[in-house]
């Protein structure tokens, strides 16, 4: 069984409680920005990607959950 649920970024923040790096969430919003600003065009696809990360907890060889966290949060902003 695979049952799915919506959250928002900091409904995700929350459920990671004491678990939850703030300097690697930091990073996250402050590097997709900055892609977000020299590729413009891709946001869209940068955005898909995020989400198939959180989504499918796919975090081996990348930074923790906190940071694609970070990401997600910052497009909210773009």
Request: aromatic residues 10%; glycine residues 6%.
């Amino acid at each position: 069984m695979c049952e799915k649920v919506r959250m928002s970024a900091v409904a995700l923040r929350r459920i990671m409680g004491e678990t939850f790096d703030y300097a690697t969430f930091e990073q996250g919003r402050q590097e997709t920005r900055t892609f977000i600003s020299d590729h413009p065009e891709q946001r869209a696809e940068e955005l898909a990607k995020v989400k198939s990360r959180i989504e499918n907890c796919n975090f081996a060889h990348t930074p923790g959950p906190s940071y694609w966290i970070g990401c997600l949060c910052e497009m909210d902003f773009l």
